[in-house]
């Protein structure tokens, strides 16, 4: 049925209006003659609408005369008839056509280009080097060449490793790979030194002059590995004293290098605490309640929920939108969204050992929130504080031992 | 006419015997309902009467009258018609 109204509304049909005392004798004759006839539909007592293909109303002018009938033409439907309409407004179908070429001209252009993947090479940067190639902002897409971009990008930027270039639309995409450069090494003179108090578990020395040993308990700020090397000591002579008077060699200067060392310590963190044993207060019940109302020159009108909040106690979360000012223009219409989140009183009885065990995951998280993101934890441990008489609060400290490197650059000033 | 109604005869008794249907052999028509929005003859010889409340149709020898409310032709072939609308009533007369 729908391919029939297609092919229908493709080859054109006319809707007829055939008056006479006999349509019934026109329908037949059409019909006999092959020509198809559909949506009769009786309007009146001598009038009767029905459709017909456009190539098939000629031969309805005989069939008319024979049976004594007179039809015309009401309506005309199809592809054919809105061709002819569009004839008339040449300059409409003349814009339209232009339109599409001018579009299908237009996306001809790179009018996008996008670079990703660059992380310390600027945007322009890439584009310069992109535009010597010939891509840039209104080239023609036949005119880019990806490969000679790709290569001429690689050429320019030493710091791209690789290079990809799609023109997708009418936007390209530089795809671009940063190569890693190895930074400059530091070679000022500097000493390791400790980042925070701690026991040395294990040091390693890359470069410089280790002062502390492991096993060593060392305090924030001390020197762990100098940078400052000094002479080696010269072996006395074998078998020989030194002699008296013998005068003393000059001293040689410490040799001033830039400290490496990976010194490991183990670190304790603190944190503390507490939580009653019987726990009272407020909290959200779960349910809540949207009101949204207008706000007009200082009236508020409610659009949408309940009049008077339905709780005894709540917390109010209000949303306020209103129409950007624009020069002197205030429009004075506020959307006020305020939600509404029922609280409800509780009181809890965790009981000791329960208080206890929140307790300690509380000052496990205060003590964690010291630590350094990659410490390692090596042992945890709690500690009961103890404030004399019984209270409804259970405290308690947690100790976190870790195991990190402390070891911390400092320039040694000359 | 007796000649006629003698040559009915040995057709119906040679389409019973060689079991054809007998729409093929007698020229009968072929009358489908559709629930009673739509109806579908065919081989039919014609519209007699056309109106919103009545679609008379001639059949062979017969006619095949349809009562109904907003009855349309939804279309007309040399041997193949469809109406639709609220039908109320098939009868022949």
């Not at chain 1, 710091?159 to 190895?182: D, H, Q």
């Not at chain 1, 005894?312 to 223009?329: F, G, S």
Request: charged residues 25%.
């Amino acid at each position: 049925m729908f391919l029939f109204k297609l092919m229908s509304y493709l080859q054109g049909y006319l809707l007829i209006l055939v008056t006479g005392s006999a349509p019934e004798k026109f329908v037949n004759m059409s019909a006999g003659r092959g020509i198809y006839l559909w949506d009769i539909t009786r309007v009146s007592d001598s009038a009767v609408v029905m459709k017909v293909h456009l190539r098939a109303v000629k031969p309805l002018r005989h069939i008319a005369r024979r049976t004594s009938c007179r039809f015309r033409i009401k309506r005309r439907v199809g592809f054919p008839f809105y061709l002819a309409w569009l004839k008339q407004r040449k300059s409409l179908a003349l814009g339209a056509v232009f339109f599409v070429g001018a579009l299908y001209f237009l996306s001809s252009f790179v009018w996008f280009i996008e670079v990703r993947g660059n992380d310390r090479l600027g945007v322009n940067e890439v584009l310069q080097a992109a535009a010597e190639a010939g891509l840039s902002r209104g080239t023609p897409k036949w005119r880019v060449d990806p490969g000679r971009v790709e290569a001429n990008i690689g050429e320019k930027l030493p710091l791209v490793s690789w290079t990809g270039v799609y023109i997708k639309g009418a936007k390209a995409t530089i795809e671009v790979a940063e190569r890693t450069v190895p930074g400059e090494e530091d070679r000022r003179p500097a000493n390791i030194i400790a980042k925070k108090s701690g026991l040395i578990k294990e040091i390693l020395v890359l470069n410089g002059h280790p002062v502390v040993k492991e096993g060593d308990t060392v305090s924030q700020g001390q020197v762990l590995v100098a940078g400052a090397i000094p002479p080696p000591e010269e072996p006395l002579p074998p078998g020989g004293v030194k002699k008296p008077g013998e005068k003393p060699k000059p001293v040689q200067p410490a040799r001033l290098v830039h400290a490496s060392a990976i010194a490991r310590a183990r670190v304790w963190y603190e944190g503390y605490g507490e939580s009653a044993v019987i726990e009272t207060g407020r909290r959200l019940s779960g349910r809540s309640e949207t009101r949204v109302s207008m706000k007009f020159y200082g009236k508020e009108i409610i659009l949408a929920g309940s009049q008077n909040i339905p709780y005894e106690l709540y917390e109010a979360n209000t949303l306020v939108k209103r129409v950007p000012e624009w020069r002197n223009l205030n429009i004075p219409v506020e959307l006020i969204t305020v939600k509404y989140y029922e609280l409800v009183d509780y009181k809890e009885d965790h009981g000791r050992a329960g208080a206890r065990g929140i307790a300690w995951e509380r000052a496990l998280a205060d003590a964690g929130s010291k630590m350094p993101p990659g410490a390692r934890i090596q042992e945890q441990w709690m500690e009961d504080v103890s404030t004399g008489p019984e209270e409804n609060v259970v405290r308690v400290k947690a100790v976190i031992e870790t195991v990190e490197d402390i070891g911390e650059e400092e320039i040694i000033n000359p | 006419m007796a000649w006629h109604d003698y040559k009915k005869k040995i057709k119906r008794q040679f389409s019973e015997f060689l079991e054809i249907p007998g729409d093929v052999m007698l020229d009968l028509p072929k009358i489908v309902l559709f629930g009673n929005i739509k109806i579908f003859i065919e081989n039919h010889r014609g519209i007699i009467e056309y109106t919103t409340e009545k679609v008379r149709v001639n059949v062979m020898e017969d006619e095949v009258a349809i009562t109904g409310e907003n009855l349309l032709l939804r279309n007309v072939l040399p041997d193949e018609l469809c109406v639709e609308g609220k039908i109320k009533s098939i009868s022949f007369l």
